[in-house]
């Protein structure tokens, strides 16, 4: 199976801030990654499918890179609303494994 | 829009069977995998299972093969898990998720279920 090691677990950043997210694959996945938004008590949300491309009504300010083992979630500008935890998942093999999470906190 | 609505959760003891379904509207769901994801309380998300368009493919995580079996009705547009030999570590919220056709790849999830709960407790 392919784990997905994501970090930092938690950060603290303010408004306005770059905050960059990591997930590593034990193995290549090409781009067969996905990242998710998900606030408390809610759904997760889908922001960027194959590694780098921005989900439709998703803010510019999300992006995502990265190929093969490692890739990156980049918010350029943290706003209030982005205050969540974060999620990659890799489908480039059953089973599809989720990284651990990021929550994003306000400092 | 695309909808997805999970019922069957609940309290059961370990040892008991619980069959979740989820009832899709808003897209042709015979063109698309499903999956089901679950999220133990105050814990990350969990990948459990997936199902192909066809229904004649499924695939699931290690912590739940043998126990826990997918399936579709195309039909009915509804998919459907049924979960025996219950544990208390199988308590979570279990979500019902659309598969998106990538070319060259599986499915990967576009649109979730708001989640059903399920608790193993005596």
């Known amino acids: 199976d392919i784990q997905m090691t994501q970090s930092p677990s938690s950060l603290s950043a303010s408004v306005g801030d770059r905050v960059t997210i990591t997930c590593r694959a034990s193995?290549?996945?090409?781009?067969?990654l996905g990242w998710y938004q998900q606030k408390p008590g809610k759904a997760p949300k889908r922001l960027i499918y194959?590694?780098?491309s921005l989900q439709s009504g998703v803010p510019s300010r999300f992006s995502g890179s990265g190929s093969g083992t490692e890739f990156t979630l980049t918010i350029s500008s943290l706003q209030p609303e982005d205050f969540a935890t974060y999620y990659c998942?890799?489908?480039?093999?059953?089973?599809?494994?989720f990284g651990g999470g990021t929550k994003v906190e306000i400092k | 829009e695309v909808q997805l609505l999970e019922s069957g959760g609940g309290l059961v003891q370990p040892g008991g069977s619980l069959r979740l379904s989820c009832a899709a509207s808003?897209?042709?769901?015979?063109?698309?995998?499903m999956d089901w994801v679950r999220q133990a309380p105050g814990k990350g998300l969990e990948w459990v299972s997936g199902?192909?368009?066809?229904?004649?493919?499924?695939h699931y995580a290690d912590s739940v093969k043998g126990r826990f079996t997918i399936s579709r009705d195309n039909s009915k547009n509804t998919v459907h898990l049924q979960m025996n030999s219950l544990r208390a570590e199988d308590t979570a919220v279990y979500y019902c998720?659309?598969?998106?056709?990538?070319?060259?790849?599986?499915?990967?999830?576009?649109?979730w279920g708001q989640g059903t709960l399920v608790t193993v407790s005596s």
């Open positions: 998720a659309k598969g998106e056709r990538l070319p060259g790849t599986p499915s990967l999830i576009d649109y």
């Open positions: 199902i192909s368009d066809t229904g004649d493919t499924t």
């Open positions: 193995q290549g996945i090409r781009n067969d």
């Open positions: 808003g897209f042709t769901f015979s063109s698309y995998a």
């Open positions: 998942l890799q489908h480039n093999s059953y089973p599809f494994t």
């Open positions: 194959a590694a780098s």
